[in-house]
């Protein structure tokens, strides 16, 4: 069963960097992509980045290429979010989850996700 929990976040200043962790306790998603979503105050859950399982093939949300990697480390059960440049509009609860279905295409979607962790926050002051 995959069991995702999140951790790395923190208030930051614009321009530094993080890195957030997706553990999964359950051991289980190590054949399934796995999407990083954030959600910021009053606003809908937005898809940030995506790995397929065997990390051949990454996806981005377009204001984030270029400062965000996304990789995984599928022996520690663990996928990576590097975030550099951090802006002030990057603030949200940034949460990972597994896809649905085995075969993913890079849907952006949260309804093709499952088994969200509680999420980890990020802020980022100006």
């Known amino acids: 069963q995959v069991q995702l929990v999140e951790s790395g976040g923190g208030l930051v200043q614009a321009g530094d960097s993080l890195r957030l962790s997706c553990l999964d306790s359950?051991?289980?998603?190590?054949?399934?992509?796995v999407g990083w979503f954030r959600q910021a105050p009053g606003k809908e859950r937005e898809f940030v980045a995506a790995i397929m399982w065997s990390g051949g093939s990454t996806y981005y949300l377009d204001s984030v290429k270029g400062r965000f990697t996304i990789s995984r480390d599928n022996a520690k059960h663990t996928v990576y979010l590097q975030m550099n440049n951090l802006k002030p509009e990057d603030t949200a609860v940034y949460s990972c989850?597994?896809?649905?279905?085995?075969?993913?295409?890079?849907?952006?979607?949260?309804?093709?996700?499952?088994?969200w962790g509680q999420g980890t926050q990020v802020t980022v002051s100006s």
């Open positions: 359950g051991r289980a998603f190590s054949r399934y992509a």
């Open positions: 989850a597994a896809a649905t279905r085995m075969v993913y295409t890079g849907s952006h979607d949260p309804a093709d996700f499952r088994s």
